[in-house]
C-alpha cells in the first residue's frame, strides 16, 4: 500500500519512486494555477530519442493517485510507441483532473500552455480525451510546444486505419499466405479508427462481422458494406480468422483469450492487454497477436508532422514501414521463443534507452 498524505479524499502517493508505474521518468511535474484553477500534472518518461509528445487528457480522476498512475503509465505507453514507429520522439502525457464538459475554460487551457512551456520544449502536448482544436489553440497562445490546432493536420484517425489496415494485412499474408480475399474479420468499435478499418476491408473483399454499442454505428456501417452485425459480447469469440477490438482496451485477458477463435489480433485498441502475462497467454494459444501500440501508432504519426521536422512524405513512408518493424517482431518472437508483446517491448526498448 502507498502512504497517503493529507485529505483523505484528494488521496497523493508519497513514495511516487516506489509507484508500480513509475519506470524511471525522467521528469514529473505538478503544475497549478489558482486564478483558472488548474491542477494538471505532465510526465516526461524518455526523451533520447526527441521530446516527449502525448496528449493531455482532462478527465474528473476519483483521485489524484488515479491521476498519477494514469500519467505515468501514458507516458512510458508513448515513449515506446514512437520508438517502434521510428520518430525522432520520446514519450510524454499531461492530465488535467477536471470535468471538460463543466470545469475546462480557455483561461485554464491558456494556464496549461504557461505550464508546458516551462519545460521547454522536452514536452509536445496535443490533444487526448476531453481536449480539442481549441484547446490547443488556447493552449498555443502561451507556447508553441503544442500539437493538434485547429489549423494543424487534422484527424489522426484516418492514418491510425491506414496502419492498422496495412498490419492487419501483413499478418494475414504471414499466417495464411493469402490476400484479404474472404478472409472473415471481425471488427469490435466502430468509431473513428473502426469504421474507416471496415471500409478498408470491405473494398478488399473480406467478409465482415462487425459489433458496436451504438445500433446505429453498426447498421450504417452494414449497410454501406455488406458486413453482418453481431452482438458485443459474441464477437470477441467468433469463428473468424481474424479479430480487431477497435473499442476499448483491457478486453484480452485469461477469460476471453480462452474464448477466442481467431488466429490473428490486429487492431487499434490501445492497451489491448489487461496484463504483461496475456501477451504470453495469446502466444501460448498460438495467436498471433500485433502488438496494439505498433499497428495503431498512424495516428501518432500524423501529429509528429506539426511537432518535429517530418514531411508529409516522411510521414507516409513511416506509415508504410509499420507492417515492416511487425514483421520484424514476428521473426525474433519466434526465434527467441517469445510472446509478440515482449519481443515488441523489447525492440523498443534498444531504439529508446540509448541515445540514437
Ligand atoms: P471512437 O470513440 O471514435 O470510437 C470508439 C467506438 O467504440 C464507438 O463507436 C463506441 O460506441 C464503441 N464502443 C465503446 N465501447 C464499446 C464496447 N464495449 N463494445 C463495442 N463497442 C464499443 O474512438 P476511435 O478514435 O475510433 O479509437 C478507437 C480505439 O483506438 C481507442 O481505444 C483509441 O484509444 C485507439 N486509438 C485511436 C487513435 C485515433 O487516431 N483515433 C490512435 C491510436 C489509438
Partial sequence: MLATLGDPLRRLPVDIFAHPDFDAHEQVVFATDEGSGLRAIISVHNTNRGPGLGGCRIWPYDSEADAVTDVLRLARGMT?????????????????????????????????????????????????????????????????????????????????????????????????????????????GLGAVGGKLVRKLAQAGATLFIADIRDDAAMTIAAETGATVVGVDEATSLNVDVYAPCALGGELDARTIDTIKAEIICGAANNQLATPEDGARLAARGILYCPDYLVNAGGLISVAREAIPLSDAGAEAKLRALPDTLETVGKRSDADQASMAETADLLAEERFKSKP
Fill in 80 to 188: 515506446y510507441k514512437a520508438a517502434l514507429a521510428g520518430l525522432d520522439l520520446g514519450g510524454g502525457k499531461s492530465v488535467i483532473l477536471a470535468d471538460a464538459k463543466t470545469q475546462k475554460t480557455p483561461d485554464m487551457m491558456r494556464a496549461m500552455g504557461v505550464a508546458v512551456e516551462r519545460l521547454g520544449g522536452r514536452y509536445i502536448v496535443a490533444e487526448d480525451v476531453g481536449a480539442t482544436p481549441a484547446d490547443m489553440d488556447a493552449i498555443a497562445t502561451q507556447t508553441t510546444y503544442v500539437s493538434g490546432r485547429s489549423n494543424g493536420v487534422g484527424d489522426p484517425s484516418p492514418w491510425t486505419a491506414e496502419g492498422v489496415y496495412l498490419c492487419l494485412e501483413r499478418a494475414v499474408q504471414h499466417r495464411r499466405n493469402t490476400d484479404l480475399s474472404g478472409v472473415r474479420v471481425a471488427v469490435k
